[in-house]
């Protein structure tokens, strides 16, 4: 019999706390996301729900500002370190799922192969422009009156495996753009590219001083190339349920269902919603503000803003949660929003775990992999894993 009849996964994205022992490799010395957030507010992040389960005390050595460690955490604390190849969303996720990606992912920082590029063009029948890496909010600023104009597409890339398309719905119909980023994803799965997702990103506005992303981002993502632990619990009978974009990086996979949402709000209530019903098993929920609006764009200001809203809707989550519920809020990379550059960070990520039913208090310490996650999960329900990660279910008491 499972110990908790339901574990809820949060993961609050791009939220780092501090490099990671590897994080030279990544040219990424010296990124905090969490910590240089608090020290841009000058003590005034005020995350009191989150500092309560024991945010805090991670970083005894060096604390937070506005987020100090505290006597007695009613939660469970550490952090964790990737070793997957890369730092993307979808390296991260799936190394949480037992899964780590070992091998590189496709990279082209000067843009994509003109052969790559000339089979878009084709397949759309529309020219492709900029092929650079590029700000997704600089590069429609400066590019989509262009687009307006002529139809062409806007292709660019990232300091991570991504294709991403960006087109403004009023030319380039959403349902045009998900068909020409589904072709772009069949032909860049295997080597030579192997891009790791391919990302729609659609657009509204008639001038750069308007231009706005919408909601209808859809991501892409390479096929699990092995089972992850969410097969491995639905397999077992254990409902899985996707809240964000959950579905996307796991194309699917091992999920029975879930929602897409349209903001860090939208996806805070829609796993408050899942949590008040009888729904049992796994609710997986991502929150991509923070990484897609705050640590690309560098926008500390933001970032921490958004940090604040959502501690209190977790006060919210907590007061819904029953005693046999398990909460476990982590990241899945940092992307700090005062570092150099705009994309994602070599991090540590936060780990913090709580139960009405557990006394709290306790340090989990440095965890890796991020499959230490699942390995608990899997452990909770009596699922057999494949000892890619290592259970801390019993330093839960």
Same mark, same amino acid.
């Given at each position: 019999?499972a110990?908790?009849k339901?574990?809820?996964?949060?993961?609050t994205?791009?939220?780092?706390?501090g490099?990671a022992p590897?994080a030279?490799?990544?040219? &990424?010395?010296?990124?905090?996301t +969490?910590g240089?957030i608090g020290?841009?507010f000058?003590?005034?992040?005020?995350?009191?729900?989150?500092?309560?389960?024991?945010l805090?005390?991670i970083?005894?050595?060096?604390? #937070?500002?506005g987020?100090?460690p505290?006597?007695h955490p009613?939660?469970?604390?550490?952090?964790?370190a990737?070793?997957?190849?890369?730092?993307d969303?979808?390296?991260g996720?799936?190394?949480?799922?037992?899964?780590?990606?070992?091998?590189p992912l496709?990279?082209?920082?000067?843009?994509?192969?003109e052969?790559? #590029?000339? @089979?878009?063009e084709?397949?759309?029948g529309?020219? *492709?422009?900029v092929?650079?890496?590029?700000s997704?909010?600089e590069v429609?600023?400066?590019?989509g009156e262009?687009q307006?104009?002529?139809?062409?597409?806007i292709?660019?890339?990232?300091?991570?495996?991504?294709?991403?398309?960006?087109a403004?719905?009023?030319?380039?119909?959403l349902?045009? !753009?998900?068909?020409?980023c589904?072709y772009?994803?069949?032909i860049t799965?295997d080597a030579?590219y192997k891009?790791?997702?391919?990302?729609a990103?659609?657009?509204?506005g &008639?001038?750069a001083e308007?231009f706005?992303?919408?909601?209808d981002r859809h991501d892409?993502?390479?096929m699990p190339?092995?089972?992850t632990?969410?097969d491995?619990?639905?397999?077992?009978?254990v409902?899985t349920?996707? *809240?964000g974009?959950i579905n996307?990086i796991?194309?699917?996979?091992?999920?029975d &269902?879930?929602?897409?949402?349209?903001?860090? *709000?939208?996806g805070?209530n @829609?796993?408050?919603?899942?949590?008040?019903?009888?729904?049992?098993?796994?609710?997986?929920?991502?929150l *991509?503000?923070?990484?897609?609006m705050?640590?690309?764009?560098r926008?500390?200001q933001?970032d921490?803003e958004?940090?604040m809203?959502?501690?209190?809707q !977790?006060?919210? !989550?907590m007061?819904a949660?029953?005693?046999?519920? !398990?909460?476990?809020?982590?990241?899945?990379?940092g992307?700090?929003p005062?570092?150099?550059g705009?994309?994602h960070?070599?991090?540590f990520?936060p780990l913090v775990?709580y139960s009405?039913?557990?006394?709290?208090g306790?340090? +989990?310490? #440095?965890?890796s992999?991020f499959a230490?996650?699942?390995a608990?999960?899997?452990?909770?329900?009596g699922?057999?894993?494949?000892g890619v990660?290592?259970?801390?279910?019993?330093?839960?008491k």
């Open positions: 019999m110990q908790f339901r574990v809820i996964g949060i993961v994205d791009s939220i780092g706390i490099e590897d030279a490799k990544f040219n &990424d010395e010296g990124s905090d +969490l240089h020290t841009f000058k003590g005034q992040l005020a995350l009191p729900n989150w500092q309560q389960l024991g805090g005390n970083r005894q050595d060096q604390p #937070i500002e987020v100090a505290i006597a009613i939660g469970y604390f550490g952090k964790m990737e070793i997957s190849a890369g730092k969303s979808m390296d996720h799936w190394e949480m799922m037992g899964l780590p990606v070992t091998a496709g990279f082209f920082p000067q843009g994509f192969p052969a790559l #590029i000339k @089979q878009i084709d397949f759309s529309r020219k *492709v422009i092929n650079l890496p590029y997704g909010t429609i600023a400066k590019y262009q307006l104009k002529t139809g062409d597409l292709v660019y890339t990232s300091g991570d495996s991504v294709l991403q398309i960006a403004n719905t009023a030319v380039i119909p349902k045009e !753009l998900y068909k020409i589904e772009a994803r069949s799965t030579p891009i790791g997702r391919v990302i990103r659609p657009y509204v &008639d001038s308007n706005t992303r919408t909601s892409y993502a390479l190339n092995a089972p632990d969410l491995r619990l639905q397999a077992a009978g409902p349920y996707g *809240v974009k996307d796991f194309s699917g996979q091992g999920l &269902d879930g929602i897409h949402t349209v903001s860090n *709000v939208d805070m @829609q796993t408050i919603k899942q949590v008040k019903s009888d729904r049992q098993g796994f609710i997986f929920t991502n *991509v503000d923070f990484d897609a705050y640590g690309h764009r926008n500390a933001g921490g958004a940090l809203i959502f501690d209190q !977790l006060g919210e !989550l007061a949660m029953q005693p046999e519920d !398990l909460l476990m809020i982590t990241s899945d990379h992307n700090d005062t570092f150099r705009t994309d960070t070599r991090e990520v775990v009405k039913s557990l006394p709290g306790g340090d +989990l310490g #440095i965890r992999p230490d996650m699942g608990t999960i899997l452990e909770n329900f699922v057999a894993g494949t990660g290592h259970s801390f279910l019993a330093a839960l």
